[in-house]
């Protein structure tokens, strides 16, 4: 963490002096001080300050959506219920597992993408980000070729795969779109859109895995693995888009 961060935060901390300036030039000491203390700086300040009138600006400037002016606690929590409630309402009205590595590789893959997806802004970048992001993306079809599985997929599950894809896509988007609106940053990094994206995924093979009751290795593996992988490409084109 650069130092004058640091001090930043440690003045938050123990009511000390805030170096105002780094604020007004730093966009994570500026969301920090929106985040903790609501727009307002802890110490006594002539209203006429020009940078204390520069922060209040940038920090107030943007209007972001109401789930991301929750506290980091609630809106992890809002996602994580998204994630748990929606595999809960599948097991309800689902077969339930068909292997013993359902359905915790697809929520393992959820819990690998998360520190990087839900990474307040003014906490450094995990060194293995990359890492868990590639593994995370992955697991969910790595776990599809694990045995057992049923056999070979039958008529009946390739007639089902594109509505299994579609129900587990439903719920990847509906937790990407959480990630998205919970963010606090006015612009997301790559790897933190692919991480949203694992959880997602995640989250979609996960409600597939105590839903369905097909466990042909291709079913599991394309119609339930590449949730995330999909999510991921539609990230990174509409990325390329936006530039372009």
């Given at each position: 963490?650069?130092?004058?961060?640091?001090?930043?935060?440690?003045?938050?901390?123990?009511?000390?002096?805030?170096?105002?300036?780094?604020i007004a030039e730093c966009e994570a000491c500026s969301a920090l001080l929106d985040v903790?203390?609501?727009?307002?700086?802890?110490?006594?300040?002539?209203?006429?300050?020009?940078?204390?009138?520069?922060?209040?600006?940038?920090?107030?400037?943007?209007?972001?959506?109401?789930?991301?002016?929750?506290?980091?606690?609630?809106?992890?929590?809002?996602?994580?219920?998204?994630?748990?409630?929606?595999?809960?309402?599948?097991?309800?009205?689902?077969?339930?597992?068909?292997?013993?590595?359902?359905?915790?590789?697809?929520?393992?893959?959820?819990?690998?993408?998360?520190?990087?997806?839900?990474?307040?802004?003014?906490?450094?970048?995990?060194?293995?980000?990359?890492?868990?992001?590639?593994?995370?993306?992955?697991?969910?079809?790595?776990?599809?070729?694990?045995?057992?599985?049923?056999?070979?997929?039958?008529?009946?599950?390739?007639?089902?795969?594109w509505g299994c894809f579609a129900r587990g896509l439903l719920v990847g988007g509906l937790?990407?779109?959480?990630?998205?609106?919970?963010?606090?940053?006015?612009?997301?990094?790559?790897?933190?859109?692919?991480?949203?994206?694992?959880?997602?995924?995640?989250?979609?093979?996960?409600?597939?895995?105590?839903?369905?009751?097909?466990?042909?290795?291709?079913?599991?593996?394309?119609?339930?693995?590449?949730?995330?992988?999909?999510?991921?490409?539609?990230?990174?084109?509409?990325?390329?888009?936006?530039?372009?």
């Amino acid at each position: 963490m650069d130092p004058e961060c640091a001090a930043v935060r440690t003045a938050l901390a123990t009511g000390g002096a805030l170096d105002r300036r780094h604020i007004a030039e730093c966009e994570a000491c500026s969301a920090l001080l929106d985040v903790e203390l609501g727009g307002s700086i802890a110490e006594p300040v002539a209203e006429d300050d020009p940078v204390v009138q520069a922060v209040l600006a940038k920090v107030k400037g943007d209007s972001p959506p109401p789930l991301a002016r929750l506290p980091s606690w609630v809106r992890h929590a809002v996602v994580w219920g998204a994630v748990g409630g929606s595999a809960a309402i599948a097991w309800a009205f689902g077969a339930g597992p068909r292997t013993p590595w359902d359905p915790l590789g697809e929520a393992l893959a959820a819990a690998l993408g998360a520190p990087v997806a839900l990474r307040p802004v003014h906490r450094p970048r995990l060194r293995a980000e990359v890492v868990l992001v590639g593994l995370a993306l992955l697991l969910p079809a790595l776990v599809g070729l694990l045995p057992p599985v049923v056999g070979p997929i039958a008529p009946a599950e390739a007639a089902a795969g594109w509505g299994c894809f579609a129900r587990g896509l439903l719920v990847g988007g509906l937790v990407l779109g959480l990630v998205a609106v919970s963010d606090r940053r006015k612009t997301r990094p790559l790897t933190l859109w692919l991480a949203a994206a694992a959880v997602a995924g995640g989250a979609g093979a996960l409600a597939l895995a105590v839903w369905c009751p097909a466990g042909g290795t291709v079913h599991r593996v394309v119609d339930h693995g590449a949730i995330g992988l999909v999510l991921a490409a539609i990230v990174t084109a509409a990325r390329w888009a936006r530039r372009a």
